[in-house]
Structure formats: C-alpha cells, structure tokens
C-alpha cells in the first residue's frame, strides 16, 4: 500500500515563499504520477500541478510560480511555491496513483493535507 504524507505548510506573506513535501512509503514514487492538489473553503478540490511520463503540468493560476519536482532516492515529491498570493490560500495535498487532469476522485493514494495560509 501506497502511503503519502504530506507537510510544510504554514503562514507567508504575499510574496513569499514555500515548499512542501509529500513523503511516500510502501511503493517507489517514481512508479506513479504525482499531483498536487488544493482546497479552499467554498472551492472544489483543485489540481494545481501534476508530474507524470509525460513531464510537468500546472495549473494556469500557479504557472511560473509553483514548481513540482522529485527525488527518488528520498522517495519524496516537492511543490516550490514562490511569489504567494492570497488566492493561494488552501488546504494541500499530495496525490498519487492517478491520473494528470483527471477528476480528483480518481486518485488512489493522498497525503493528509497541509495548510498554506498566505496573508499580511
């Protein structure tokens, strides 16, 4: 069984910066397309970047800002959040065994979610 755990999160200023990570056990990552998602309240679960074969995608709002990356000996996704904005606020979470634009609910493994609170 594939298990995520996701962390990094917290509070920035617009303008900021973070990184999160999401850390797998059970199966190597690499075997599997990774996404990240996010949530906010009133708002769906939305894809906000997603890595598979077929390179890096990302979300319109997050392009140029957001960057997905993994290092497969850690067994470890990353998304690198710079030049935060207030909209970026959400609950976000690591997705694994899925597909990249799918629906959300398609996805069979997920980390338990971090928050990203960006405000001044």
């Known amino acids: 069984q594939l298990v995520l755990v996701d962390s990094g999160g917290g509070l920035v200023q617009p303008g900021g910066s973070l990184r999160l990570s999401c850390v797998a056990s059970?199966?190597?990552?690499?075997?599997?397309?990774v996404a990240w998602f996010r949530e906010a309240p009133g708002v769906g679960r939305e894809e906000v970047s997603c890595?598979?074969?077929?390179?890096?995608h990302y979300a319109d709002s997050v392009k140029g800002r957001f960057t997905i990356a993994r290092d497969s000996a850690k067994n470890t996704a990353y998304l690198q959040m710079n030049s935060l904005k207030l909209e970026d606020t959400a609950v976000y979470f690591c997705?694994?065994?899925?597909?990249?634009?799918?629906?959300?609910?398609?996805?069979?493994?997920w980390g338990q979610g971090t928050q990203v609170t960006v405000s001044s």
């Open positions: 997705a694994a065994e899925g597909r990249c634009g799918g629906p959300w609910d398609v996805w069979g493994a």
């Open positions: 890595s598979n074969s077929g390179g890096e």
């Open positions: 059970g199966f190597p990552l690499d075997y599997y397309a």
